[in-house]
């Protein structure tokens, strides 16, 4: 299995902060690297996919970088709305695929 | 606008098969990979596998001896059924579709989700 860890597990940070989350994969996944943002009871939302691609409707305040093993999210001024957990997933190996445990943005 | 929707028994008894199935409006069921994933309360995101809509899946290797995913596109549905179920299956089960390209692969919808206990 290709391992996907992010970091850090926990963030807080306050309305307009600029915000970095890392994924890191145990192997080379070249751009198959998504990212997604999921609220209390809710399903998890496609953010950012091939690495670096925002999904239709996504604010341009998200973006992504990175290939192969490591790979960013970026918030560039955090909104109320965007305190929620993040996790990212490599599609790479889809045997199996994978997630990362999960960054979970709270409100300083 | 794709919508999904899981349906299918919320409380499972030990020892028996949880099933499942996601019916998908809104959109064509032909040229995508249609998945589950689960996530335990409080827990991460498990990929359980995935079917293209011509019949031939892929299952996560942890759960393959006891999941089997179909798909009937006459009903524009997909199925889960996970066999001898124990209290560490309980989770809230969605369906997503998975969009493949050349460059990517990703699950640009999903349901809303399904809460399945598994407890006698």
């Known amino acids: 299995d290709i391992q996907v860890t992010q970091s850090p597990s926990s963030l807080s940070a306050s309305v307009g902060d600029r915000v970095t989350i890392t994924c890191r994969a145990s192997?080379?996944?070249?751009?198959?690297l998504n990212w997604y943002q999921q609220k209390p009871g809710k399903p998890p939302k496609l953010l950012i996919y091939?690495?670096?691609s925002l999904q239709t409707g996504v604010p341009s305040r998200f973006s992504g970088s990175g290939s192969g093993t490591d790979f960013t999210l970026t918030i560039s001024s955090l909104q109320p709305e965007d305190f929620a957990t993040y996790f990212c997933q490599q599609t790479f190996n889809t045997s199996p695929i994978t997630f990362g445990q999960g960054t979970r943005l709270e409100i300083k | 606008q794709v919508q999904l929707q899981e349906s299918g028994p919320g409380l499972v008894k030990p020892s028996e098969t949880l099933s499942l199935t996601c019916t998908v409006s809104?959109?064509?069921?032909?040229?995508?990979?249609w998945t589950w994933i689960r996530q335990p309360p409080g827990k991460g995101l498990e990929w359980i596998g995935y079917i293209f809509y011509t019949g031939s899946p892929n299952y996560n290797p942890s759960l393959k001896s006891r999941v089997t995913i179909s798909v009937d596109t006459s009903k524009n549905q997909f199925s889960l059924k996970l066999n001898s179920v124990t209290a560490a299956d309980t989770a809230v089960y969605y369906c997503?579709?998975?969009?493949?390209?050349?460059?990517?692969?990703?699950?640009?919808?999903w349901g809303q989700g399904m809460l399945v206990t598994v407890s006698s």
């Open positions: 192997q080379r996944v070249s751009t198959f």
């Open positions: 091939a690495a670096s």
């Open positions: 997503a579709r998975n969009r493949v390209t050349m460059t990517t692969s990703n699950f640009d919808y």
């Open positions: 809104g959109g064509p069921m032909t040229n995508y990979y």
